[in-house]
């Protein structure tokens, strides 16, 4: 795993054939997630435990999802997203949201995602927002 900001690729195979790949990087105890191309049933779990080790591990106080590869997310993508803010935010953390294409942006309005995780256009916006809060 690394620390000082490089990303790193974590690939799995599972059942079916079906590959999950992510990349995350660690920027100051804040954990940059980028899922590619799917976030749906098929690779929610892989991708949800992965999350939930690092947070621990590197005792992470912000996730920062990063969608710019993201072409498709379904209702267990909602619950990767709602169930890593509960535990971020009980951890006093929190979890946004960047790079949401127009399909994903209709999803996280009426799911009501935004009422409770920001949306920022890009990954550095949401850094620098982040660092002068906290």
Known sequence: MEINGEFIKICKLIK??????????????????????ELDH???EIIRDKIDKLIVKNNIKCVI????NTNFM???????????????????????????NKRMDRI???SG????????DNVDLALKDISNIG
């Open 16 to 37: 079916g054939g079906i590959k999950v790949s992510m990349q995350c990087k660690i920027i100051n105890r804040n954990l940059v997630v980028n899922v590619s191309e």
């Open 42 to 44: 098929h690779n929610a």
């Open 74 to 100: 379904d209702s267990s993508g909602i619950g990767v997203i709602m169930g890593r803010y509960k535990n971020i935010k009980n951890m006093g953390g929190n979890v946004v949201v960047t790079n949401i």
């Open 65 to 68: 999802f990063d969608f710019s």
């Open 108 to 110: 996280f309005k009426i």
């Open 113 to 120: 995602l935004y009422r409770i995780i920001k949306n920022y």
